[in-house]
């Protein structure tokens, strides 16, 4: 065998070996992440919920009834976890008198579904969630925190009406932009030449295109006042694509950088700043136009 021939089939196997393990990657992240969730923890007063017929699919979840006329907050956690990942955000939301619902994102934890798709079909979620809210809980004022997959399934969830305040936390701008992201971090350059071999397979395995993965284009429409919090050391969200994704965004709006976090749990990372700029953020705008009759 040439020299030649030996560098081709090199060429040919070594192509092989990244086209499977993409197609394996790609199989891996989009599988369900589903898992038993039990019994709400003591201290939350929390009710399990079952609601909503996300096409074939239900939604499960925590509620916890807060101080009437106070207002609700549905927390959306990120990809691969579920409602227990926003269980400190929800003790914080409950000490300030406010109605929690936490649930599970479509194909996560309790709740169905046959993929993960980045927040698009998990949007259906978000919108049976609000609708459950404002059954559950009529004339509350709603507020929305959502992280990564939650905050992403926010903006492209296109809920009407839209809530009264929204919290985007490290959401990505483009769903090419997360793949890159990703991959650039975790194998350097070679990143980018390997992301398009993700991006093709969301038509064959999902039947979604990239162009249906874009928040930074949907927040626009909004309609809702927002706060975009972001680290300042994240490499899956950049910051520079969170402040892209600020200045997409229609007013009222705020952005925080939080200083030193990376793609982790703000809160966790720095508990008292963010209870100093989260909470007063939606004080502003669900208790203002709250009725306490």
Known sequence: MNSRRRVL????LCASLVLVAS???GEALSRPASSV???PPPDLHAVPVLFGRVGRESVSGWLIRGTPHHGAVLLLHGVRSDRRAMLERARLLGRSGYSVLLIDLPAHGESTGTRITFGLREGAGVRAALDFLRHELPGEPIGV????LGAASMVLSKATPPPNAVVLESMYPTIEEAVTDRLTRRLGAA????APLLLWQLPLRLGITADDLRPVVDIS???APVLVMSGTLDQHTTLAESRHIFEAAAEPKEFWAVEGAAHVDLLTHAPQAYASRVLPFLANHLHRDTDPR
């Open 9 to 12: 089939l090199s060429v040919v």
């Open 23 to 25: 197609f394996g990657a």
């Open 37 to 39: 969730i039990g019994d």
């Open 145 to 148: 925190i959502g992280v990564s």
């Open 191 to 194: 990143g980018r030449a390997v």
């Open 221 to 223: 429409s909004l309609h």
